[in-house]
C-alpha cells in the first residue's frame, strides 16, 4: 500500500515537475529525432529513397553490417571469456583487468581510432612492413573492424560480470561432480543462466558498433562506396549540402537506433524476470 | 575401511586449512565433520570430493588413490548449503542431470531415466513437483532435489556441506530425519559438515571434532559426550562454566569445597575444572561452594535454566528439571554453586 501512495503524484507541484520533465525530453530527444524525419522527407519520399538507393548508400549500408557482422560476435565471445574468467577464478591483476575492459567506456572515440592509424599507418611501428607485404589495415576492412572492436570492447563483458558473480559457481562445481565435462558444463549450465544477459549486451554493442563515428572516422580515411560506414556517409553528404540524402541515411541510422530500442525494452522485461527469479532463488 | 585420509595438508597463503589430518569411514558409515568456522572442516570435504587439491598427504577410496582422480571418475554425491539447483531446468531435469550428461554408451535409455527420477522423488517425499522451476520451491523442498540429483549418480559417497545450514530450526529436523532415514535405505557412506553440534550428535555414527585444521576428537556421539579428548571439545558440545582449583588425585579442590574428576589423572596442581550447566547445584547461601547471586530464571524447553553471577562478575549456569528447582534458586536471591563433577585437561 505504502509504495502505490508514493507512486501517485500527490500535489500540483509534482504534476508540474513531472511535465518539466517530459518537455526536457521532448526538446532534446523528441524534437531533433522528428527532425531527422522531416528534413530527410522535405523534398518528398520520392527524393528520400532515391538517396538510400545510391550505390555509395548501399555499399555504406553494407559495410556498417559486415563491419558490426565481424565485431559482434567477437566482442560476445570475448566479453564471455572474460566475464567467465573475473567471475568464476580468483587471479593476480584481476582489478587492472576490471579497469581495462572499461578503458574504452572513458577514453575518446578518436583515441581509439588514432592508435591503429599510430600503430598500423604509413608512418605507424608497422607501417613500412606492411606496406612490404602489400597488407593494408588503415583506410580498409581490418581497421574498421579494429576500431570497433575496441570502442565496443566492454558492452558485453560489463553486462555479464556482474550477473556471473551474483550466480557464483556453485552450479558449475555441482555440474561437474555430476560427471558433466567443462563443454557440457559451459553449454548446459553456465550459458543458460546468462543468455538473456549476453543478448542484451550483443543488442548494445551492435548499436554502438553500427553507429560508432570518432574512431571509424580516423582510420577510414573516407573513400567513398569502399571505406565509408553509414555514420561517415552522412557526414560526407551532409558537408556537400545533400541535406536530403544525409537525413535520408541519417533517419535509416535512427530507424536501427529505434528498432534496437524495441529489441532492448523488450529483453528489459524479460531479463528483469530472470533476474529476479535468480535473486529470490 | 571404504575412505582413508592420511595426513592431510592445505596452506592458504599464509593459514593451513588442513594441518595434518587423518581419518578413516567405514562402508556406509554417517560421519560428521563438526568444528567452528575456519576449522577446516569444509576444505576436508571439497579435498574428498576432489574440488581441492591439498598440498601434501592421500586419500584412498576402496584402494584407489582419489587424488589421482577427477571428481567426476570419483563419482560422489555433493549437497552444498545453498543447494546449488541448476535455475533453468526443472526438478525433474536437475535430478535427471548426473545420467544425461554420461557419455552415449553408458547413458541409460531414456525411459529409464525417467523411472529412476521418479523412484528418487519419491524417496525424498517431492513427488508431483517434477514440472517445478527451483524458484518455485521452498529451502527445505529445494535441498531434498538436490539430495535426489547427488543421489541420481548412484554415488559412491554422499558428501554434504552444512546442508541444513540456510534452514530454519523446523524444517532442519524434518530434514534431518529425512537423512537418515534416506542414509539407512541407500546404505551409502556419507559425510556432511556441520558448525552445530546437536546436528552431528544426533545423526552422525561417528563425530570428527576439527580445530584449526586438526582433528580434536574423533567418536561416537556418545564417547564424544563421556570422554571429551580436551577442553575445546568439551566446550564446542555445549555450555560450561571454568573454575581453578587444586588437583588432588581423583578430586579437584576450590576454596572450601571439592569435587570428583571424570578424567582424573590428566593434570596435577593448579588445573582449571570445566563442568555443565546440568551437573552444576545451587546450595542456600553459607553453604560450601562459589558465593553467587541468581540473575534469573528462564525457561529452557524442559528444564529451567538460573543464571547467576559470583561476586567478581562471572557467569555460571544451573539447570534443573521444572520439578526440581531447589530452593537456593529464586531471582535476585543469593546462593552457593557446586558442580557436580568437572573434567579437567
Same mark, same amino acid.
Given at each position: 500500500m505504502r509504495t502505490l501512495t508514493a507512486k501517485r503524484p500527490a500535489s500540483v507541484g509534482a504534476y508540474?515537475?513531472?511535465?518539466?520533465?517530459?518537455?526536457?525530453?521532448?526538446?532534446?530527444?523528441?524534437?531533433?529525432?522528428?527532425?531527422?524525419?522531416?528534413?530527410?522527407?522535405?523534398?518528398?519520399?520520392?527524393?528520400?529513397?532515391?538517396?538510400?538507393?545510391?550505390?555509395?548508400?548501399?555499399?555504406?549500408?553494407?559495410?556498417?553490417?559486415?563491419?558490426?557482422?565481424?565485431?559482434?560476435?567477437?566482442?560476445?565471445?570475448?566479453?564471455?571469456?572474460?566475464?567467465?574468467?573475473?567471475?568464476?577464478?580468483?587471479?593476480?591483476?584481476?582489478?587492472?583487468?576490471?579497469?581495462?575492459?572499461?578503458?574504452?567506456?572513458?577514453?575518446?572515440?578518436?583515441?581509439?581510432?588514432?592508435?591503429?592509424?599510430?600503430?598500423?599507418?604509413?608512418?605507424?611501428?608497422?607501417?613500412?612492413?606492411?606496406?612490404?607485404?602489400?597488407?593494408?589495415?588503415?583506410?580498409?576492412?581490418?581497421?574498421?573492424?579494429?576500431?570497433?572492436?575496441?570502442?565496443?570492447?566492454?558492452?558485453?563483458?560489463?553486462? $555479464?560480470?556482474?550477473?556471473?558473480?551474483?550466480?557464483?559457481?556453485?552450479?558449475?562445481?555441482?555440474?561437474?561432480?555430476?560427471?558433466?565435462?567443462?563443454?557440457?558444463?559451459?553449454?548446459?549450465?553456465?550459458?543458460?543462466?546468462?543468455?538473456?544477459?549476453?543478448?542484451?549486451?550483443?543488442?548494445?554493442?551492435?548499436?554502438?558498433?553500427?553507429?560508432?563515428?570518432?574512431?571509424?572516422?580516423?582510420?577510414?580515411?573516407?573513400?567513398?562506396?569502399?571505406?565509408?560506414?553509414?555514420?561517415?556517409?552522412?557526414?560526407? $553528404?551532409?558537408?556537400?549540402?545533400?541535406?536530403?540524402?544525409?537525413?535520408?541515411?541519417?533517419?535509416?541510422?535512427?530507424?536501427?537506433?529505434?528498432?534496437?530500442?524495441?529489441?532492448?525494452?523488450?529483453?528489459?522485461?524479460?531479463?528483469?524476470?530472470?533476474?529476479?527469479?535468480?535473486?529470490?532463488? | 575401511m571404504s575412505l582413508k585420509v592420511e595426513n592431510l595438508a592445505k596452506q592458504y597463503g599464509r593459514t593451513a586449512a588442513l594441518n595434518g589430518v587423518s581419518l578413516q569411514a567405514a562402508k556406509g558409515e554417517f560421519l560428521a565433520l563438526l568444528g567452528p568456522s575456519g576449522s577446516g572442516k569444509t576444505t576436508l570435504l571439497r579435498a574428498i570430493a576432489g574440488l581441492e587439491q591439498p598440498d601434501t598427504g592421500t586419500v584412498e577410496f576402496e584402494g584407489e588413490d582419489f587424488l589421482k582422480q577427477t571428481p567426476r571418475e570419483r563419482r560422489v554425491g555433493l549437497v552444498f548449503q545453498h543447494y546449488a539447483l541448476f535455475r533453468h531446468m526443472t526438478v525433474e531435469k536437475n535430478v535427471a542431470y548426473g545420467l544425461n550428461v554420461r557419455p552415449g554408451h553408458s547413458r541409460p535409455p531414456k525411459a529409464e531415466v525417467k523411472d529412476r527420477v521418479a523412484k528418487l522423488l519419491e524417496l525424498v517425499q517431492l513427488d508431483g513437483l517434477e514440472k517445478r522451476y527451483p524458484a518455485q520451491l521452498s529451502g527445505g523442498q529445494r535441498q531434498r532435489v538436490a539430495l535426489a540429483r547427488a543421489l541420481a549418480i548412484e554415488p559412491r559417497m554422499l558428501l554434504l556441506d552444512e546442508p541444513f545450514g540456510a534452514l530454519d530450526a523446523k524444517v532442519r529436523k524434518d530434514l534431518r530425519r529425512q537423512l537418515r532415514a534416506i542414509h539407512e535405505r541407500a546404505g551409502v557412506t556419507t559425510i556432511f559438515v556441520t558448525h552445530d553440534q546437536d546436528e552431528a550428535m544426533d545423526l552422525?555414527?561417528?563425530?570428527?571434532?576439527?580445530?584449526?585444521?586438526?582433528?580434536?576428537?574423533?567418536?561416537? !556421539?556418545?564417547?564424544?559426550?563421556?570422554? !571429551?579428548?580436551?577442553?575445546?571439545?568439551?566446550?564446542f558440545l555445549g555450555d560450561c562454566a571454568r573454575l581453578k582449583g587444586r588437583v588432588d588425585g581423583s578430586c579437584i579442590r576450590f576454596d572450601g569445597f571439592e569435587a570428583p574428576i571424570v578424567n582424573a589423572g590428566r593434570a596435577t596442581g593448579e588445573a582449571e575444572a570445566l563442568f555443565r550447566p546440568w551437573e552444576t547445584e545451587l546450595d542456600l547461601e553459607g553453604k560450601p561452594g562459589v558465593p553467587v547471586t541468581v540473575h534469573d530464571i528462564l525457561a529452557k524447553g524442559a528444564v529451567l535454566r538460573a543464571e547467576c553471577r559470583s561476586d567478581d562478575g562471572r557467569l555460571f549456569e544451573a539447570e534443573f528439571s521444572r520439578d526440581h528447582l531447589p530452593p537456593a534458586a529464586r531471582p535476585g536471591g543469593r546462593a552457593s554453586l557446586r558442580p557436580r563433577r568437572v573434567f579437567v585437561f
Open positions: 508540474l515537475l513531472v511535465a518539466a520533465g517530459l518537455s526536457w525530453l521532448a526538446l532534446v530527444i523528441l524534437l531533433p529525432l522528428a527532425a531527422v524525419f522531416i528534413q530527410a522527407l522535405a523534398k518528398g519520399s520520392e527524393a528520400a529513397l532515391s538517396a538510400l538507393k545510391e550505390p555509395d548508400a548501399i555499399s555504406a549500408v553494407k559495410l556498417t553490417l559486415l563491419v558490426a557482422a565481424i565485431c559482434v560476435p567477437l566482442n560476445a565471445v570475448f566479453g564471455l571469456a572474460a566475464a567467465w574468467s573475473v567471475a568464476k577464478f580468483d587471479f593476480k591483476g584481476k582489478g587492472l583487468f576490471l579497469t581495462l575492459i572499461d578503458l574504452p567506456f572513458s577514453i575518446s572515440p578518436v583515441v581509439s581510432g588514432l592508435v591503429w592509424v599510430l600503430l598500423f599507418g604509413a608512418n605507424g611501428w608497422f607501417g613500412s612492413f606492411l606496406e612490404h607485404n602489400h597488407i593494408k589495415i588503415v583506410f580498409a576492412l581490418p581497421g574498421l573492424v579494429l576500431a570497433t572492436l575496441l570502442v565496443t570492447l566492454p558492452f558485453t563483458a560489463r553486462e $555479464l560480470i556482474p550477473l556471473m558473480q551474483d550466480q557464483g559457481s556453485d552450479e558449475e562445481t555441482a555440474a561437474v561432480t555430476l560427471g558433466a565435462g567443462g563443454w557440457t558444463t559451459f553449454f548446459s549450465v553456465t550459458l543458460p543462466n546468462v543468455k538473456w544477459a549476453l543478448l542484451y549486451g550483443v543488442l548494445l554493442s551492435n548499436a554502438r558498433a553500427m553507429g560508432e563515428f570518432g574512431a571509424v572516422s580516423v582510420v577510414s580515411g573516407h573513400i567513398r562506396g569502399l571505406t565509408n560506414t553509414l555514420p561517415l556517409h552522412v557526414e560526407v $553528404l551532409y558537408n556537400e549540402y545533400d541535406f536530403v540524402g544525409a537525413f535520408a541515411t541519417a533517419s535509416l541510422l535512427a530507424g536501427l537506433a529505434l528498432i534496437t530500442l524495441i529489441l532492448k525494452t523488450g529483453l528489459e522485461w524479460r531479463y528483469a524476470g530472470e533476474l529476479s527469479a535468480s535473486r529470490r532463488h | 552422525a555414527d561417528r563425530v570428527v571434532v576439527l580445530n584449526g585444521g586438526r582433528i580434536e576428537q574423533i567418536g561416537s !556421539p556418545g564417547e564424544l559426550a563421556s570422554a !571429551p579428548a580436551s577442553a575445546f571439545v568439551f566446550e
